[in-house]
Each structure stands twice: as C-alpha cells, then as structure tokens.
C-alpha cells in the first residue's frame, strides 16, 4: 500500500509542475516527496486447502481432490488452492464443487 501513496505523491506533483513550467507556482512545490512510512505488523498470511470432486468426462464422480495454496488474503489463498488442485486432475477428467475445507 505504501508503495501506490508513494507513486501517487511523486506523480501528482510532477504531472502539475509541468504544467505550471516557469510560472511561481512550481517552485512552491514540495521538494521532499517521501511519504512517512510507519512499519506495520508482519504480512499476515493465509493458507487454505480445498476439495473438489474429480469427474471424468461424460461420467460421474468418480472421487476427490485436495489442494492446498497461500496468500495475503483468504480469497487469494483459496484461489491459489484451486489452482494447486488443477495440478491433481488426471487427462480426462475436470474438478468441480471445491469447498474449503
């Protein structure tokens, strides 16, 4: 987050001091962009692990699953599961209904 401020911060003054080139007003820009930056708590990370069926194709279920994956929030942990899951899935087959588990 603190890295967008930061483009923000660099970026505006600049894209407003060109249009102002040699005019007073740009001169009366910031000369110390570096924003305050306060260290946080560590990155929390998530980690989940999903099931999903195994379907062969043109079949039924024929079994399940898992796959396990991490990420700085639950949506992209679970995302990254169902990837790992993907992994798992002979040819002829497809994955289908994962559920967190």
Known sequence: MHV???I???ALPLAVGAGLAGSATASAL???TAP?????D????YTATVKCQLVKHGGEAQGYIT??????TKPDAVA???????????????KRHCKEI
């Open 8 to 10: 923000v911060a660099i």
């Open 36 to 40: 305050n930056v306060t260290h946080a």
């Open 42 to 45: 560590p990155i929390a990370r």
């Open 80 to 94: 990254a599961a169902k990837k790992d899951a993907d992994r798992s899935v002979p040819q002829g087959y497809y």
């Open 67 to 72: 796959g396990t994956g991490s990420g700085k």
């Open 4 to 6: 967008r401020k930061f």
């Open 30 to 32: 910031p000369t110390d």
